[in-house]
C-alpha cells in the first residue's frame, strides 16, 4: 500500500510558487481598477459640464427667443397700425381733394361725408375747419350750427404750418364728443392756398384691438403712446390709463432713439425689459412691448449656478489637458494656416484672371486717408496719365481722382463711397469721367468696404469697368424711339390732315351734288335712291372724321391735352355704352407738348384694352398735376387679371389673342419722357393703372 505523498498539503516549493503569482494577481487588478476609477471620473466631470453648458445655453436661448419674439411682435404691431393709419390717412386725402369742398354752401361736402363716415364704423366724427381753428361742420352736429374751435390744436397747427397731412395723438376731452380721440387731418387746397383742414376723429379701439390680437403672453405688457407720451392704448388697465402720460422711462428712451431696448418700471411697479419702435409717418407714435426682467434673467442664473459647479470639478482635469490641447490647437492651425495661404493664392489667381478676362479695373479707397489706389486698367479707365500716379502700388490722392470726374457726379459717388461704409452695403454707381480732349466717358465702379472690426482706417475695395458702349446703345435707342415716336405722329398728323382736307372736302363736294342732284330728279324711287346715297355721304364723311380724330385729334393742338382728353372720353363712351368719369387737378394747358401726346396715347392705349378685355361698365379718369410731376389714374370695373401672369384672366381663362400690346407700349411711350406705369388688379377686382411723369427734366412751354 503506497503512501500519500503531500498528506498534510502542498510542499513549501509549491506554496512560495504560488504565493506570488497570487500576489501579482490582486497587484494588478488593484492597478487597473485605479485607471478605471479615473476615467470614470474624467468622464463624470465633463457630463456634469456638458450638463450646465446646456442648461445655460438652453435657458440663454429661451431668454433670446423671448426677446427676439417681442422684437417681432414690435415689428408686426408697428407694421399693422402703420398700415392702418396710412389707409385711414389715404381715405382722409381723397376726402380733402372732393370737389363737394369747393361748394361754398358745404352741404354737399356734409352729405359726402355721412356716406364716408357709414363705411367707417370706428370713425366719431368728420370735422372742416377754417384756418383760424373754427369748425365749419362735425357730424355729430348738424349743419349750420355754431361749433367753436377744434380740439388738439398741436396737430392742427402742426398742418396749418407745414402743409401737410398729420397724425395726431390722443387728444384731450372734446367738447362736442366728450370722448378722447385720435385725429388725422389732412389740408383742402386750391390754386395752391389752403383753405380748409379736414379732420377724421376715431375711438383707439382699432389700436388696442392690433395690439390685443399679437398674442402675447399675460403676464407682458404692451403699449402704444404718441409723441408727448400719452397712452393711445395698453393691455393692461387700458379704459383707466388711455389719455395718461406713460411712465418717465418710457418717454426717455422715445426722446433718445426712434427705436431700441430699455429697462424700467411698467406703473404697476413690474420692472420688464422694453422692445420699442417709433412708427413712420404717425406723428411720433410709438410701439413698446415689455417683458418681465424675472421671467427673462431666473432661469438664466440658475444654470449659471450650475455651470459654475461644473467649471470648478473639472478645473482639475483641465490642467492635465492643457499641455495636450495647446499642442493639437498648435499643430492644427499650422495645418489651417497653410491650407489658407494656398487657398488664398490660388483666389487670388483666379480673380486676376477673371478681371483681365474682363477687362476690369481694380482699385481701393483709403477714406480716412484720403488715398485712392488702382490697378494699371483702372489708371486706363479713368483716363490718368502716367506722370499723375505715384508710389510703387499706383496711389494718388481723392482729390487728383475726384477731379476727373464730372463735377455733377462727384457729390453722387461719394455719397455712395459713405454709404458703403456705414451700412456694410455694396457701391455700385454710374458716374461720367472727362477724358483730356473733354468728351465724357461713362464708367461703373462697384466695390465693398472691409469689415469694421478690422484693423486700420476704413477701405473700400472694388472693380472699375468702362460701360461707355452701354450707354451709348442705350442714348441711341431712345434716340431712335423718340424718332420713331415723332415720325408716328407726324405721320398720323398728315394722314389726319389729309383725310379731313381732301378726301373730307371730297366727300363734302359728293354731298353737295347729290343735294342739287335731288331737286332736279323726278319723284318716284329715283328721289328716295338719292336720299339714301346722300346718308350714305353723310355716314362715310362721319367715319372719315373719326378716322382723323383718332389718327390725330384737332383739339389736342388746337385745345390742349385736357379739351382733347374730355372730348375723347366723352365720344368714346357715348359710343360704346360704357360710363367714363374724368376729372383734373391742378392740370392746365402748360404741359410740354410731347407730355401731352404721351398722356393722350396712353389712355388711347388703356380704353382700347378696357373695351377689348375688360367687358366693364364704369371707367374713371384722374389727372393731378402736383409741382413739377404728373400723375395719372385710370381705373375699371371689369374682368381684372393676374399682374403677375397677364395673359391669363379670372373670367375666360386667358386673353384670346395673347396678351395686350398696349401695356408694352405704354411702358415703351413712358421710357421717352422718364415716366413709369404700375398696374393693380385682380380676377373680378377690376384694373387700375397708376402712371407718373416727372415735368423737370422737360421744357415747360408758354
Avoid at 152 to 175: H, L, M, N, Y
Avoid at 366 to 379: D, L, N, P, T, Y
Amino acid at each position: 500500500m503506497r503512501r500519500n505523498n503531500n498528506p498534510a498539503g502542498p510542499r513549501p516549493e509549491e506554496q512560495d510558487h504560488t504565493d506570488p503569482l497570487s500576489r501579482q494577481l490582486r497587484s494588478s487588478l488593484g492597478l487597473s481598477r485605479r485607471p478605471l476609477v479615473s476615467l470614470f471620473i474624467a468622464a463624470i466631470i465633463p457630463l456634469l459640464l456638458f450638463g450646465g453648458w446646456v442648461a445655460y445655453i438652453t435657458a440663454d436661448q429661451q431668454r433670446e427667443q423671448a426677446r427676439r419674439r417681442a422684437f417681432e411682435t414690435v415689428n408686426q404691431v408697428a407694421e399693422r397700425i402703420a398700415s392702418e393709419m396710412d389707409a385711414q390717412l389715404q381715405v382722409v386725402e381723397t376726402l380733402a381733394a372732393s370737389t363737394a369742398l369747393d361748394d361754398p354752401s358745404l352741404q354737399r361736402f356734409y352729405t359726402e361725408a355721412q356716406r364716408v363716415k357709414a363705411t367707417h364704423p370706428l370713425w366719431e366724427t368728420i370735422e372742416l375747419t377754417d384756418p383760424s381753428g373754427t369748425q365749419l361742420v362735425n357730424l355729430l352736429r348738424p349743419l349750420g350750427v355754431r361749433l367753436g374751435p377744434t380740439a388738439d390744436r398741436e396737430s392742427f397747427d402742426e398742418v396749418i404750418k407745414t402743409g401737410q397731412s398729420a397724425i395726431g395723438g390722443i387728444g384731450p376731452v372734446g367738447p362736442i364728443s366728450g370722448k378722447r380721440l385720435v385725429a388725422i387731418r389732412a389740408p383742402v387746397v386750391r390754386q395752391g392756398q389752403l383753405i380748409y383742414v379736414i379732420t377724421v376723429s376715431f375711438i383707439p379701439n382699432a389700436i388696442s384691438e392690433i395690439l390685443a390680437g399679437a398674442g402675447v403672453p399675460n403676464d407682458w405688457v404692451g403699449a402704444v403712446v404718441d409723441a408727448r407720451g400719452n397712452f393711445i392704448a395698453r393691455t393692461l388697465a387700458q379704459e383707466t390709463e388711455l389719455g395718461r402720460p406713460a411712465a418717465p422711462g418710457l418717454r426717455e428712451a422715445i426722446q433718445r432713439a426712434p427705436a431700441g431696448f430699455y429697462v424700467s418700471p411698467t406703473l404697476e411697479g413690474v420692472e420688464v425689459e422694453v422692445v420699442y419702435r417709433t412708427l413712420p409717418k404717425t406723428g411720433g407714435w410709438s410701439v413698446h412691448l415689455g417683458v418681465p426682467s424675472d421671467a427673462l434673467n431666473t432661469p438664466v442664473l440658475r444654470s449659471v449656478y450650475i455651470l459654475a459647479g461644473g467649471g470648478v470639478a473639472s478645473c482639475l482635469l483641465a490642467l492635465l489637458l492643457a499641455s495636450l490641447m495647446a499642442r493639437d490647437i498648435a499643430q492644427r492651425r499650422q495645418t489651417e494656416a497653410e491650407r489658407a495661404s494656398l487657398a488664398l493664392a490660388l483666389s487670388e489667381e483666379r480673380g486676376a484672371v477673371a478681371i483681365e478676362a474682363a477687362e476690369l479695373g481694380t482699385w481701393r479707397w483709403e477714406v480716412g486717408r484720403g488715398k485712392f489706389f488702382g490697378s494699371e486698367r483702372c489708371w486706363t479707365i479713368l483716363n490718368l496719365p502716367p506722370g499723375d500716379i505715384s508710389g510703387p502700388e499706383g496711389c494718388v490722392p481723392v482729390e487728383r481722382f475726384l477731379e476727373v470726374i464730372h463735377e455733377e457726379d462727384r457729390d453722387a459717388i461719394q455719397a455712395a463711397a459713405h454709404r458703403c461704409l456705414e451700412d456694410s452695403s455694396t457701391m455700385n454707381v454710374e458716374v461720367r469721367v472727362r477724358r483730356h480732349d473733354g468728351s465724357l466717358n461713362w464708367i461703373r465702379a462697384t466695390g465693398r468696404a472691409l469689415d469694421a472690426s478690422a484693423e486700420g482706417p476704413p477701405e473700400i475695395h472694388g472693380v472699375i469697368a468702362d460701360i461707355e458702349p452701354e450707354k451709348r446703345a442705350q442714348a441711341e435707342r431712345l434716340n431712335l424711339l423718340r424718332r420713331l415716336a415723332e415720325a408716328q405722329e407726324n405721320e398720323q398728323r398728315r394722314i389726319a390732315r389729309e383725310l379731313h382736307d381732301q378726301i373730307g372736302q371730297t366727300v363734302t363736294g359728293l354731298s353737295l351734288g347729290l343735294k342739287a342732284l335731288e331737286h332736279k330728279v323726278d319723284g318716284g324711287g329715283a328721289q328716295e335712291h338719292v336720299r339714301w346715297l346722300q346718308a350714305l355721304t353723310s355716314e362715310i364723311g362721319r367715319d372719315i372724321h373719326r378716322a382723323a380724330a383718332d389718327l390725330r385729334p384737332t383739339s389736342l393742338d388746337d385745345l390742349g391735352l385736357r379739351q382733347a382728353l374730355i372730348a375723347f372720353t366723352s365720344d368714346w363712351g357715348d359710343r360704346f355704352g360704357i360710363k367714363v368719369d374724368i376729372q383734373f387737378v391742378g392740370v392746365d394747358d402748360q404741359l410740354p407738348p410731347e407730355v401731352g401726346t404721351v398722356v393722350y396715347r396712353i389712355v388711347q392705349e388703356a380704353f382700347t384694352n378696357i373695351l377689348k378685355h375688360a367687358s366693364a361698365r364704369n371707367v374713371s379718369v384722374v389727372v393731378e398735376r402736383r409741382s413739377q410731376r404728373l400723375r395719372m389714374i385710370i381705373e375699371d370695373d371689369g374682368a381684372g387679371f393676374k399682374p403677375d401672369t397677364p395673359a391669363e384672366l379670372a373670367a375666360g381663362g386667358g386673353w384670346r389673342d395673347g396678351p395686350p400690346l398696349g401695356l408694352s407700349g405704354a411702358r415703351e411711350r413712358l421710357s421717352l419722357v422718364g415716366g413709369t406705369l404700375e398696374i393693380e388688379s385682380a380676377p373680378g377686382k377690376g384694373t387700375t393703372l397708376f402712371i407718373q411723369i416727372p415735368l423737370s427734366h422737360h421744357e415747360q412751354k408758354p
